[in-house]
């Protein structure tokens, strides 16, 4: 069964470095997404991305953010310059266009990003 | 805005026992429901879903009915099992595609 899948599985970094969080979505999904969990808090909505354009981003989603579809498979987010509290599990969602699950996000397992 | 208000954790439970976990939802329109389970160590994982007002979504013993006169999507298990330990997350989707979660419940199972 196709499925999300992202890298590295754990990353850490030193406060000011910048980051690329990577992952592969499922082949013929259209809608991507990014998500991201601090430890012990609810899972929050970063952004959304289809076409080749953010489609939605939430408040979190500062100048400090980029997404980007840099070949037909990869889908990254970069943070520039991280931040302490950017320490967090980020996930990827894929999403097809049509079909029954049109409406169903695909998560990958997730990257563990450690600030230090 | 839209929002989900699941009900708080930690829940132990014993072996066989029945569980339910609790959700209410805010939303304009007509969202659609989820619930996402997360095993320890893992990602998010789709446990069921529900489209429209008293659709029940199934999946793996769970069950749960989209409520729109009480804006509910109530998880429940009749005999829960070691391996459903996780946490467990109630989601919707409005019609902007994004998802928005509740704050996840943490479900231990005692053998």
């Known amino acids: 069964e196709p499925e999300v899948t992202q890298t590295p599985s754990h990353q850490v970094t030193q406060m000011g470095q910048e980051v690329i969080l990577r992952c592969v979505p499922i082949?013929?999904?259209?809608?991507f997404y990014w998500y991201r969990q601090i430890l012990g808090q609810k899972v929050e909505f970063l952004v959304s991305?289809?076409?080749?354009?953010?489609?939605?981003k939430s408040e979190i989603f500062d100048d400090q953010f980029s997404v980007e579809r840099p070949d037909g498979s990869n889908f990254t987010l970069k943070i520039r310059s991280t931040k302490l509290e950017d320490s967090a599990m980020y996930f990827c969602?894929?999403?097809?266009?049509?079909?029954?699950?049109?409406?169903?996000?695909?998560f990958g397992p997730g990257t563990r990003l450690t600030v230090l | 805005g839209d929002s989900v208000t699941q009900m708080e954790g930690p829940v132990t439970l014993s072996e066989e026992a029945f569980l339910t976990i609790n959700c209410t939802y805010t939303?304009?329109?007509?969202?659609?429901l989820f619930w996402y389970v997360q095993y320890p160590g893992e990602g998010l994982q789709l446990l069921l879903k529900?489209?429209?007002?008293?659709d029940k979504g199934s999946n793996k013993g769970f069950e749960a009915t989209y409520r729109k006169e009480t804006t509910s999507f109530h998880l429940e298990k009749g005999s829960v099992q070691v391996s459903d330990s996780a946490v467990y997350f109630c989601?919707?989707?409005?019609?902007?595609?994004?998802?928005?979660f509740g704050a996840g419940t943490t479900v231990t199972v005692r053998a």
């Open positions: 969602a894929s999403r097809p266009f049509s079909g029954s699950s049109y409406n169903e996000q695909f």
């Open positions: 082949s013929n999904h259209l809608y």
């Open positions: 991305f289809y076409n080749n354009e953010i489609s939605e």
């Open positions: 939303a304009t329109g007509y969202p659609s």
């Open positions: 529900a489209t429209k007002a008293d």
């Open positions: 989601a919707l989707i409005p019609n902007d595609y994004k998802l928005s």
